[in-house]
Every structure is written in C-alpha cells, then in structure tokens.
C-alpha cells in the first residue's frame, strides 16, 4: 500500500483524476435532458391553424421559439446568421388545403451536426404533426356529420403505446454518466496495475520483494493484486457516491453491482499485471496499455451497436473486457435483471481473469528461478 501511494502518478490517477472528473461530468449532464432548444418559425399561412402549429411548437418542452422569419431570403443563409437549432416553415394555404382534404406538408429544417439535437427536434416535429393532423381530420368528419368517438377511429384506426422501459425519460445523466464513469475506472485501475511489477525493476527493489515473499511468485501476485483492489475498491464506492449525489437510480441492486464491479476491478488488475511482469519498461507497457484501452468506449458498443461495426471491429471488441462488464452493468443497472442473466459476461471475463493471473504468475515464477539461479552461481 505505501508503494503505490508512494508515486505521485499513482496519486493522481487514485484521487485527484476521479474525484475532479466524476463529479465535474456529473454537473455537465445534472440537466439530464435537453429542454427548450431554440428553434424558429416562418409562418406563411397566417391562419388559426398556423398559430395552432406555433403553439404546439412553443408548448413542447424541448423546444423554444426565439426567432420569426419573415422571408424567404432570411431562410437561406438562416443558420449561418443565428443559433437556433431547426426552422418550422408552414406554407401558404395549408388551412385551405386541410380544409379540402388535400395532403400540405410543414417543411422542417433542422441544423444536425450535432445528432442529439437533430434526433430530439425529429421527434417533436413528428409528434406535433401526428398530432395536429389527426385533430383536423377529426374536426372535419365532425362537421360532416360522424360523432367524436367515430371521427377519432377513422382519423386513427391503427394507434401506437410505446412505452420506454428503461430510462422511460431518456435521460443523459442516467445514461452517459454511468457509462463514462466505468470506463474511466478500467483505465484508472489498468494504469495503476500496470507499473506494479515493472517499476520494481526500475527501483531496484524485486530481490528484496523475492525475499519478502519468500521466494514465491504467488504471494507476490496476491500480495500486490490485494492492495491495489483495496484501493480501487474505494473507488468503486467513491462512483456509487456520485450515484446516490445525482439521484441515478439502482434498480435495487446494489450488492449484485458491488459484486460485478469488484470482479471487473481484479480482471483490470491482473491484466495490468500481466503487462507489467512481462515487459520490463515501464514506458512501452504504458504505450500499450494505451493503446488496448483507449478504444474501449467506441468499441464496447456504447456509442454506437456493435451489430452495426464492420466484422473485424466487433471481432476487436470481444478482446476488451469492457464490453462484457459494460453489457452485464446495464443489465443489472437500468434492465434490472437478476443476477443469474449476467453469466455469460461473467465467464468472458473470468478469461480474462485467469489469463492475466495465469501469465502474471508464470513471468513472475520464471524471474524469481533466474534470480535464484544467479545466486546460486555466485555462491559457487
């Protein structure tokens, strides 16, 4: 335990990094959605079913109007002059048209360069649509004579209920944070573990641990594998912190995580081992510590699902025990499942597991025999 408070990096990695940047990511996504963007609208009609559409707009939560267009010269370079997200256009004579039962179409523009934006403002304008076309449709079979509950079936003979089950609000917070969070927790570990055996040969302090460990590569290998899960134990505890800080929600199953995150904590840390046994510079096993890990968020199919990679992609993400902790955390975390669906993860990474602790123990065994060996020789 001193040896790894000893380094400054270690330090850093241990304290400062998680607790500036789990909370500082938490503050970002606190809002948890995204709520009034702003959006403009350039009314053609000028009809009371026009300043209907503007109310929907305006009444939608995640939408504000904050500007008006006036021409159609304003809408070409619109986005490149002001911040709004999406311009509603109503065309001119779109009451009329509805009136005669003839289809008019409200144009929307939306600004998608960033995907969030452009998928939230698809959906309102969707919904807005739906729902105010299905009210003139049902305002005029009234008026041609079919009551209420008729004109409704006609207007919407085929009815969608969704209804989310999990994360039903779509929620940021409850979604990014959790996921970032994790993945900044392998690496923190894996680049803690990872200078462990490594830095003994660069201080010069490995004959001294052989002979602490009495000549044994495995109480070295569980000596160091144990303290260094007692201080990425507090880390996990330190996430489940910021868990209960922000309000994300358990699912009532907390040992279950506990025990998840534990398992995941010891397959970092023997595979950071195993680096650290294996190459002798600390700096090259850094460099390769870096590069397995840094592609874990893209590749574990958090962003982006892994059925939609190309072969080799998806074939790279199954060597990252990331993407098997993460998809037995969400089963757990948001779905709620009971413990026993998250085997198939568990056995992945319990490879991972014993290749790390396998490896580690073997490099370790074969440097303890060549240190004893050249004693043996000098004695001689």
Same mark, same amino acid.
């Given at each position: 335990?001193?040896?790894?408070?000893?380094?400054?990096?270690?330090?850093?990695?241990?304290?400062?990094?998680?607790?500036?940047?789990? %909370?500082?990511?938490?503050?970002?996504?606190?809002?948890?959605? %995204?709520?009034?963007?702003?959006?403009?609208?350039?009314?053609? !009609?000028?009809?009371?079913?026009?300043?209907?559409?503007?109310?929907?707009?305006?009444?939608?939560?995640?939408?504000?109007?904050?500007?008006?267009?006036?021409?159609?010269?304003?809408?070409?370079?619109?986005?490149?002059?002001?911040?709004?997200?999406?311009?509603?256009? /109503?065309?001119?004579?779109?009451?009329?048209?509805? /009136?005669?039962?003839?289809?008019?179409?409200?144009?929307?523009?939306?600004?998608?360069?960033?995907?969030?934006?452009?998928?939230?403002? %698809?959906?309102?304008?969707?919904?807005?649509?739906?729902?105010?076309?299905?009210?003139?449709?049902?305002?005029?079979?009234?008026?041609?004579?079919?009551?209420?509950?008729?004109?409704?079936?006609?207007?919407?003979?085929?009815?969608?209920?969704?209804?989310?089950?999990?994360?039903?609000?779509?929620?940021?917070?409850?979604?990014?944070?959790?996921? $970032?969070?994790?993945?900044?927790?392998?690496?923190?570990?894996?680049?803690?573990?990872?200078?462990?055996?490594?830095?003994?040969?660069?201080?010069?302090?490995?004959?001294?641990?052989?002979?602490?460990?009495?000549?044994?590569?495995?109480?070295?290998?569980?000596?160091?594998?144990?303290?260094?899960?007692?201080?990425? *134990?507090?880390?996990?505890?330190? /996430?489940?912190?910021? *868990?209960?800080?922000?309000?994300?929600? *358990?699912?009532?199953?907390?040992?279950?995580?506990?025990?998840?995150?534990?398992?995941?904590?010891?397959?970092?840390?023997?595979?950071?081992?195993?680096?650290?046994?294996?190459?002798? !510079?600390?700096?090259?096993?850094?460099?390769?510590?870096?590069?397995?890990?840094?592609?874990?968020?893209?590749?574990?199919? *958090?962003?982006?699902?892994?059925?939609?990679?190309?072969?080799?992609?998806?074939?790279?993400?199954?060597?990252?025990?990331?993407?098997?902790?993460?998809?037995?955390?969400?089963?757990?975390?948001?779905?709620?499942?009971?413990?026993?669906?998250?085997?198939?993860?568990?056995?992945?990474?319990? $490879?991972?597991?014993?290749?790390?602790?396998?490896?580690?123990?073997?490099?370790?065994?074969?440097?303890?025999?060549?240190?004893?060996?050249?004693?043996?020789?000098?004695?001689?």
């Amino acid at each position: 335990m001193a040896l790894i408070g000893s380094s400054k990096s270690n330090r850093n990695l241990l304290l400062i990094v998680p607790v500036v940047v789990f %909370l500082l990511l938490g503050f970002i996504y606190q809002k948890g959605a %995204l709520r009034e963007i702003p959006v403009a609208v350039f009314d053609e !009609d000028h009809t009371t079913l026009s300043r209907t559409i503007i109310q929907f707009i305006d009444a939608s939560p995640a939408m504000k109007i904050t500007y008006s267009l006036s021409s159609h010269n304003d809408l070409k370079k619109f986005f490149l002059q002001h911040d709004e997200r999406a311009v509603f256009r /109503i065309p001119r004579n779109l009451m009329k048209d509805v /009136i005669k039962g003839k289809a008019s179409r409200v144009q929307v523009l939306t600004n998608s360069n960033n995907i969030v934006f452009g998928n939230i403002l %698809l959906r309102e304008a969707y919904m807005i649509s739906g729902t105010v076309s299905a009210g003139a449709t049902i305002q005029r079979l009234q008026a041609e004579g079919l009551t209420e509950e008729q004109a409704m079936n006609l207007a919407l003979p085929i009815r969608v209920n969704s209804k989310p089950l999990f994360n039903p609000i779509y929620n940021y917070l409850y979604y990014l944070l959790p996921g $970032l969070m994790t993945v900044l927790l392998q690496m923190i570990v894996f680049f803690v573990a990872i200078r462990s055996i490594n830095s003994e040969f660069s201080r010069g302090s490995f004959d001294s641990l052989v002979e602490t460990s009495g000549g044994s590569a495995l109480n070295i290998l569980l000596g160091k594998a144990l303290a260094y899960f007692f201080v990425s *134990f507090g880390l996990m505890m330190f /996430i489940a912190l910021v *868990f209960m800080l922000f309000g994300i929600p *358990f699912k009532e199953k907390e040992l279950e995580l506990i025990l998840l995150f534990s398992y995941f904590i010891l397959v970092n840390i023997f595979l950071g081992m195993m680096l650290s046994a294996t190459i002798d !510079d600390e700096i090259m096993s850094l460099d390769i510590a870096f590069f397995y890990n840094s592609p874990a968020f893209v590749f574990s199919g *958090f962003t982006f699902p892994l059925f939609g990679m190309p072969f080799f992609d998806t074939l790279y993400a199954q060597f990252i025990p990331y993407t098997h902790f993460l998809h037995a955390f969400f089963k757990l975390y948001q779905v709620g499942t009971p413990f026993s669906y998250i085997k198939p993860e568990l056995l992945i990474l319990s $490879l991972f597991l014993f290749t790390g602790l396998i490896t580690t123990w073997l490099a370790l065994h074969i440097r303890i025999k060549g240190i004893q060996k050249s004693r043996q020789l000098t004695l001689a």
